[in-house]
């Protein structure tokens, strides 16, 4: 079982940024696939962005190509996920979760067992 703990949500215009950040409590078989997913009211929680954190391409929703970029470090021996999120649109709008597990990376939200405990991204038109 892994911690995670999500910061830097918050409210911004449309065509603002903001960057999220997901500190993982370990380093372990459980975080070797990584990612940022997100739940509008009313919505099924998606995908947005996941990580391999060995190494390889990240994987991008359609919705967010572009716009987003997912990265990660490793300062002081731990793992911290990141979400730079530029060019914000209305429909960004939802509460963002990071998670984690072992592979594959890109399964299906409800297939990932470790997750934060959200953080709130508000973009106003």
């Known amino acids: 079982q892994v911690q995670l703990v999500e910061s830097g949500g918050g409210s911004v215009q449309a065509g603002g940024s903001l960057r999220l950040s997901c500190a993982a409590s370990?380093?372990?078989?459980?975080?070797?696939?990584m990612g940022w997913f997100r739940q509008a009211p009313g919505l099924e929680r998606e995908d947005v962005a996941t990580?391999?954190?060995?190494?390889?391409?990240?994987?991008?929703a359609d919705s967010v190509k572009g716009r987003f970029t997912i990265s990660q470090d490793n300062a002081n021996g731990k793992k911290t996920l990141y979400l730079q999120m530029n060019s914000l649109k209305p429909e960004d709008t939802a509460m963002y979760y990071c998670?984690?597990?072992?592979?594959?990376?890109?399964?299906?939200?409800?297939?990932?067992?470790?997750w934060g405990q959200g953080t709130q991204v508000t973009v106003s038109s």
């Open positions: 990580i391999y954190t060995r190494g390889g391409s990240p994987n991008y």
């Open positions: 370990a380093y372990t078989a459980s975080t070797l696939c």
């Open positions: 998670a984690a597990d072992s592979p594959p990376c890109t399964k299906p939200a409800y297939k990932y067992r470790n």
